[in-house]
């Protein structure tokens, strides 16, 4: 594959994060492009099929990008040599490192205190209910053309963990594709650079470098602004250094013997929420939605139309700034302060349950008397789950921070004064605002 490539600046090279990266060969200045992948070598939903005949088959079935790349890659994987794109998949890895590599008993076993629990199971049942559903629908009814054999659902976890590390969308034109070579380049969340078609000539995906390197630096991009759980979930890492874009996601539920239970919840509804409803505590910003939310569960009123309100300041899209002063004004002191004592109560469990998981699997050493490949593969899992839980744990920590300390400046207000005054000092705090902390 490498005979279509330009002469490049770049070489593949063993890296300290990554396992194998592509390194600057000469000094890169900042706005220099690279790669130049011909478009002829990108896999797309458009690529011609080795097999016409399962081309034909998986086209007229009509089948969504990400499941119709999945079996080209089955189906290309199999015709080994004989396939134009051999030479790429013996790049590949044998064993993608995604969620879809872990079984669900592991991620019950390592991921229970993180949120992220919930979205790995989601994600394997999904591909593996994608799998069943080709299988009865299209892959049992030609089994001249889907053998068993190759179509099977480790076969299509591998294509899908492929897809999950390598895919790209290409900015300019919307598309999906995997990019030989270029998807040898790792992620550093301090990067902004990305991979597209070349703005000069369109036939070739390059990146522009947004920084300069030396001679045998590791070159760059962005997988996008993920937070490290959403990487660890797609690519099976969790950044070493320190990741902008992170967030742990909160839960909080409007408490179901709450009198006005019915009314909050058509409200929340009204706006796409729901209970129970997840947040994001981002690393630099107060959760505005997430306190709102606490104020549509802590408010006493059962007005819809003052429900309505309060619900409307929990969603992203459909807040405004005037909303939550609105929301502020129509509460008590003391219906504020149960909200931030309700986050902070969630906020503090959340913490107890990563402190418990940390001290059982921090520094213990993994007893196991099974093969060293299952030890060793145990440790890995390991390593990967005490390093996200210790980073969304620290992002907790600083949220319980923000919480004690603007819950001891309303709770010198006193209870029956209604928010509106000039008292409510941190309740204003606007989403986004950073709270700076030294931890
Ligand atoms: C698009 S591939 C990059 C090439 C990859 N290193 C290889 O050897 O095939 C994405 C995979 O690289 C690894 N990776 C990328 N960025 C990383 C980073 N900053 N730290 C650790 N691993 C990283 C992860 O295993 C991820 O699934």
Known sequence: MKEGLAKQKLVLDRVDSGGRGLVATQSLRQGERLLFVPSGLLITA???????????????????????????????????????????????????????QWTEEEVNTWLTASPVREKALECIRDVTETYRDLRATIFLKHPEVFPSQVYTLAAFKWAFGILFSRLVRLPSVGKLALVPWADMLNHSPQVDSFLDFDQNNAKSVVTVTDRAYQSGEQVFISYGKRSSGELFLAYGFIPSELNVHDSVELEMEID??????????????????????????????????????????????????????????????????????????????????????????????????????????????VMNSDTSTRVSRTRMLQQLAVSLCKNEQRMLFRLQHILRTDLRGLRTLPATENMSGGAKGKAQRKNGESAVLMM
């Open 46 to 100: 458009d690529s011609e099929w080795g097999c016409a005949e399962t081309g034909r088959i998986i086209k007229e079935a009509g089948l969504p990008e990400w499941p119709m790349l999945a079996i080209f890659l089955i189906s290309e994987a199999s015709r080994e040599e004989s396939s134009r794109w051999f030479p790429y998949f013996a790049t590949l890895p044998k064993t993608p490192s995604s969620i879809l």
């Open 256 to 365: 179901s013997d709450d009198p006005s239970f019915e009314a909050k919840l058509r409200a929340a509804n009204e706006q796409g929420l729901s209970s129970p409803q997840r947040f994001p505590v981002r690393k630099d910003g107060f959760p505005a939605q997430l306190l709102a939310y606490a104020r549509l569960i802590a408010s006493r009123t059962s007005d819809p139309a003052q429900l309505s309100r309060i619900a409307r300041a929990a969603t992203e899209a459909n807040a405004t700034e005037k909303d939550d002063s609105d929301v502020i004004a129509m509460l008590s002191a003391e219906e504020e302060t149960n909200a931030y004592e309700r986050v902070l109560a969630v906020c503090e469990n959340s913490i107890a349950e990563y402190t418990k998981f940390l001290e059982a699997h921090e520094l213990d050493e």
